[in-house]
């Protein structure tokens, strides 16, 4: 098990963003793009292979003022999860 932030298992996405096999820096250009589309306190998943998104996405929503859910394992890829401000 991962020391990175679970997500809780009742978390809901109002939209996805499918960034499965994409390598840095673009699944954390995508979800900058992503989110700017969103409302306010909508949550954006983000589905990445990419092991690089476990730092750069918490680091990024951190500094972006968004709140950073945490994340959820599945077979093969991750489900990122980040509130909007």
């Known amino acids: 098990m ?3 932030k679970k997500a ?3 978390v809901k996405a109002d939209h996805t963003l499918d960034a499965r096999g994409l390598s840095c820096p673009m699944p954390l ?3 900058k793009k992503e ?5 306010s306190g ?8 990419d ?3 476990r730092n750069d996405l918490p680091g990024w929503a951190t500094r972006a003022g968004h709140e950073w859910l945490g994340e959820k394992e599945d ?3 991750i489900h990122f999860y980040i509130r909007k401000k």
């Open 42 to 49: 909508e949550v954006l998943e983000v589905l990445g292979t």
């Open 2 to 4: 991962s020391d990175f």
């Open 75 to 77: 077979e093969g890829f």
């Open 35 to 39: 989110i700017d589309k969103i409302q």
């Open 51 to 53: 092991p690089g998104s």
């Open 8 to 10: 809780p298992d009742d």
């Open 29 to 31: 250009l995508r979800t």
